[in-house]
């Protein structure tokens, strides 16, 4: 059963950076919200997908940091989920971001639902979470959930 968590969501409200400010006159931000730092334990709080640890403390990522690891996502997840039409993402999808600092490496962890949906239990591939390592450039945590 799909249940929304709606105390989640209302919770999210009080915690989300605008994100306008970092984008250039007439960028498309599309549907993303980086939130701050004690929005964490409610982000990787998830019932059917495995998340990465919290880390020591977090940090704000900004939205070309943001752009860069969603460009490198995308190859990712048309290899991993062949049948998603992956085609239109970043305008299709909702997209929460974190920044964590774990053993001194900072990462960026970003929560993935269709646009409209927000977080559910199960749900299937259309829901995901990824784990980018912003030194390495690349991803060390990639899960997506249950088969709702």
Same mark, same amino acid.
């Given at each position: 059963?799909?249940?929304?968590? #709606?105390?989640?969501?209302?919770?999210?409200?009080?915690?989300?950076?605008?994100?306008?400010?970092?984008?250039?006159?007439?960028?498309?931000?599309?549907?993303?919200?980086? #939130?701050?730092?004690?929005?964490? @334990?409610?982000?990787?709080?998830?019932?059917?997908? @495995?998340?990465?640890?919290?880390?020591?403390?977090?940090?704000? =990522?900004?939205?070309?940091?943001? *752009?860069?690891?969603?460009?490198?996502? #995308?190859?990712? #997840?048309?290899?991993?989920?062949?049948?998603?039409?992956?085609?239109?993402?970043?305008?299709?999808?909702?997209?929460?971001?974190?920044?964590?600092?774990?053993?001194?490496?900072?990462?960026?962890?970003?929560?993935?639902? =269709?646009?409209?949906?927000?977080?559910?239990?199960?749900?299937? =591939?259309?829901?995901?979470?990824?784990?980018?390592?912003? *030194?390495?450039? *690349?991803?060390?945590?990639?899960?997506?959930?249950?088969?709702?």
């Amino acid at each position: 059963m799909n249940m929304l968590r #709606l105390p989640f969501a209302i919770a999210l409200i009080c915690m989300t950076v605008p994100v306008a400010s970092q984008a250039r006159s007439g960028e498309k931000l599309g549907y993303i919200e980086v #939130l701050r730092g004690d929005a964490v @334990s409610s982000v990787l709080d998830q019932c059917s997908r @495995s998340t990465p640890e919290k880390g020591s403390s977090t940090w704000i =990522p900004t939205i070309p940091q943001i *752009k860069i690891m969603e460009k490198a996502l #995308l190859p990712v #997840l048309k290899s991993r989920q062949p049948s998603m039409d992956w085609t239109n993402f970043s305008a299709d999808w909702g997209r929460r971001y974190i920044g964590i600092v774990r053993r001194g490496r900072h990462y960026i962890y970003g929560d993935y639902a =269709p646009h409209g949906l927000g977080p559910v239990c199960d749900g299937g =591939p259309a829901f995901f979470g990824a784990e980018w390592d912003l *030194k390495a450039r *690349k991803f060390t945590h990639l899960a997506f959930n249950g088969a709702g």
